[in-house]
């Protein structure tokens, strides 16, 4: 028995370990009614309900008087950051506003069809979340997914998306992590000519919803984006997440 649960257990490994394999962007119109599709590809979900879709925006930020730390440790309180986003929100402060704007609960409501049966429960502790902003041409930074699926909506605005597999060896990836991808030069990072990515435009109401082992950044070209990022997990990939960041 503990032979077959080794097994079983590197088999797992191996095929979380696969990356998406093509550039094909599926995409569906949101309906109660929807079954995830199984294959490991990039998929657009268009006309997110509102209860979801419109749960943070501008509007919102504007009345509430909650106290926020900026990305340059600065401290705020959100209706002022709203009125004049120059820099972004800092990451710990991204998932607080998850908590206190009921993400989990929103999205339960409206989009847990996207969970597979061997997901964990989405929870705050098992389901990673966060909420964010980004001013006008500037990049979130990239970001790596290793969640089963991740789950990007636009709640305002349009992003213009830099989507690529993971292909590198991890320490190059953190090399460029949290970094503009669109900037990247081949001079600093020689590796990054292996990459090859695709750009999607993301519209408000519109959620991308990626596979494990995809590499991701958003930018704005015109006015500030509002979007949420909620990572669907199962407990193979909750455990590669927590152990990739220690």
């Known amino acids: 028995e503990t032979v077959l649960l080794l097994l079983a257990a590197v088999i797992s490994v191996v095929l979380w370990y696969r990356s998406f394999q093509d550039f094909t962007i599926v995409q569906f119109e949101w309906s109660p009614s929807l079954v995830m599709p199984d294959e490991r590809i990039p998929i ?4 997110v309900p ?3 879709s419109s749960m943070w925006n501008s509007t919102l930020a504007k009345q509430s008087s909650l106290p926020i730390l900026l990305a340059d440790n600065r401290r705020s309180v959100l209706k002022e950051f709203a009125e004049a986003p120059v820099v972004q929100i800092h990451p710990l402060n991204q998932i607080e506003l998850a908590s206190k704007f009921h993400v989990h609960d929103r999205f339960k409501d409206t989009m847990t069809w996207l ?19 980004i001013p006008k041409e500037m990049s979130c930074g990239l970001q790596r997914s290793l969640a089963e699926r991740t789950v990007i909506t636009i709640h305002e605005g349009t992003a213009l998306v830099w989507l690529c597999r993971e292909t590198l060896p991890v320490k190059e990836i953190q090399m460029i992590q ?8 081949a001079k ?3 590796f990054i000519t292996e990459l090859q990515f695709i750009e999607v435009r993301l ?4 959620s991308l919803v990626l596979p494990p082992r995809s590499l991701w950044a958003l930018k704005s070209e ?12 199962s407990p193979l990939s909750l455990f590669i997440s927590s152990i990739s960041k220690t």
Do not use: M, Q
């Open 222 to 233: 015109v006015g500030v984006i509002y979007y949420s990022c909620i990572e669907l997990n």
């Open 188 to 190: 600093s990072f020689p």
């Open 50 to 52: 509102t209860e979801f």
């Open 115 to 133: 969970s597979k049966f061997w997901y964990l429960p989405i929870h705050s502790i098992t389901t990673p979340a966060r909420l964010a902003t």
């Open 178 to 185: 949290d970094k503009n991808p669109w900037a990247l030069s």
């Open 203 to 206: 519209r408000a109401g519109n």
């Open 44 to 47: 657009v979900i268009r006309k």
